[in-house]
């Protein structure tokens, strides 16, 4: 199965040479292990974070192919014996003390002081040790910094039993080991923003929906499934950990959008989104978020994606908007991994906004 991806040296040669300034490293998963001064490493941590680091990587790239995303790298670091690459870091004060931000704090300065951050073009997945269940440190969070990259904090749990590439996220062990919300932060790490699932996916909740908690008050079927969803899929097919390259993001490109038009398909019940984008790269996806006011939350936004032609034109179907007012943001993906729609903000905070009301007669953009 591992034959489908490109290894980064592959791609490497790939790359055009321009890209590859001296010091630029391919951008890859960092997996950190952190313990607090007061608690002893785990014994055979390493087999533990294998399963993690395994089913990761076969539930992004089972993702990713079903929307017809091939050849993708893996962005994980792997030893020459095949095993997940993992560095065990001692934090300066007790478990007591830490929280995610002072976790990734810490892990920062460490790494600078090391010289190690490459300017926020790396992802750094940290997972803190607090002792064998029942300890735990529950703080679950993840994000990007242009100085520090993509960043998650998880916990990292030890209680005995395998992880099986097979299982659903929301089998009783995974979910007993938060395995959704380790992977769902590092989701925030590659600036994934929240995505519900769609209806006519029929694949349960989403990486980056709600948690199995919330997603079963809202659909009470026993769904134990997650997927990417193809809006997901898409963003990560550009980022540079999945093409094996260094990250040349830098500032996001300029962008210029025309002839933007919202158009209702009353027969079908569904909202096109049209337009053309003009942009200092080459903009591979449109993606439109509905920000509709019936969502349960905000992890819930159904989130869209149709390709971009050669000449800069797109065209995306909104197609289970609900009866209720809410907002479009039209975004898009480009070549490089910049995910923006107004060339200052990312993703979702980087949208074009489109105000619509559900009225007696359907939808209106007025
Ligand atoms: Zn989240």
Redesign the pocket.
Known sequence: MRATMIPAWASLFLAPLVTLAADAAPCRVHVILFVPADVAPPSGYERRMDQIVNYTESFLRRGLERWGHRNVASPFRRSADGHAEVELMRGKEAASHYKPVTVRTEVMDALRRRGRLDGGRQIWWIMVYVGDPPAKFAGFL?GYGQQIGGWSVCQFNTAPGRIDPAEPLGSDFLESLMLKGMI??LG?AFQLP?IGPLNRDKSGNTL?GPTHHHYRRVVPTGERRVYLSEAEAAMLSTHPAFRGVPDDRGQPPKVEVRDMSYAVDSRSGTLVVRGRVRASRRAVYALVADESDARPGE?WTKTYVGKVAPDGSFAVTVSEPSKSNGTLKTWFAFENGALTGDGRGAARDGGIPRAYTYGRRGWSFN
Do not use: D, N, P
């Open positions: 993840g769902h932060e925030h929240h980056m992890y």
